[in-house]
């Protein structure tokens, strides 16, 4: 059974700085690994999508990286801006299927 | 380009009534569509999986059901509803890996 998580469950960072989020996850046979933002009180936003056969992925000042074999996953931002204050989600497949299993998040502050 | 809708945005009901929750998807055919929901302290939880009409598959069992009457609509239903069904109830879509969720409804069960 797939089981996700996400560490530290909150961090605040002053702006301009570069950081990083974590992820594990318990099942390496994963089909595709998934990041998310999430505003409060709002649905999620799809952010990245790293295929199991793929070691990274890059959209902007946002990089994911896959290690299967530790069984991690790691969401760069670079140049933080108060506006990527957010909760950040990462979700593992399960058994080799599309259905998601879904961290509890890291809840992120940019202080300006 | 495609959009998600859900309703209402939020509920507010007694202990023991009914509920339908409505998620419709516009501009796709043939999604694979998803309830899940996400309590107060808890992760997001996948509920409910939809490959195509009539074919829903249950993740988790609960006081709750599904169904899908058409190709781009996708229902969430209780018949009584219970204090720990409060959440809120996220509904999403997947044209094939990547998934993209709806707005959100907000329900609390007094």
């Known amino acids: 059974k797939q089981e996700v998580t996400q560490i530290p469950a909150a961090l605040s960072v002053p702006e301009g700085e570069n950081l990083v989020l974590n992820c594990s996850f318990t099942?390496?046979?994963?089909?595709?690994l998934q990041w998310f933002r999430q505003d409060p009180g709002k649905g999620l936003t799809s952010l990245l999508l790293i295929q199991s056969s793929q070691r990274e992925q890059t959209s902007g000042r946002l990089n994911a990286s896959l290690d299967k074999s530790s069984g991690r996953s790691t969401l760069y931002i670079a140049a933080s801006q108060p506006g990527d204050s957010a909760t950040y989600l990462c979700?593992?497949?399960?058994?080799?299927?599309?259905?998601?299993?879904f961290g509890k998040g890291t809840k992120l502050t940019v202080n300006p | 380009s495609q959009t998600i809708h859900q309703w209402p945005a939020t509920l507010v009901q007694p202990v023991g009534s009914p509920l339908s929750l409505e998620c419709t998807v516009e501009g796709t055919s043939n999604p694979n569509l998803y309830w899940y929901r996400q309590a107060a302290g808890r992760g997001l939880q996948l509920l409910f999986y939809?490959?195509?009409?009539?074919?829903i598959s249950s993740e988790v069992p609960q006081n709750l059901s599904a169904s899908r009457p058409q190709d781009r609509q996708f229902i969430l239903s209780s018949k009584k509803l219970l204090l720990s069904d409060s959440g809120f109830y996220l509904c999403a879509w997947s044209p094939s890996q990547r998934q993209f969720f709806g707005p959100g409804t907000r329900l609390t069960v007094l």
């Open positions: 099942d390496s046979a994963i089909y595709n």
């Open positions: 979700a593992a497949s399960s058994g080799g299927s599309e259905k998601l299993v």
């Open positions: 939809s490959v195509g009409i009539g074919q």
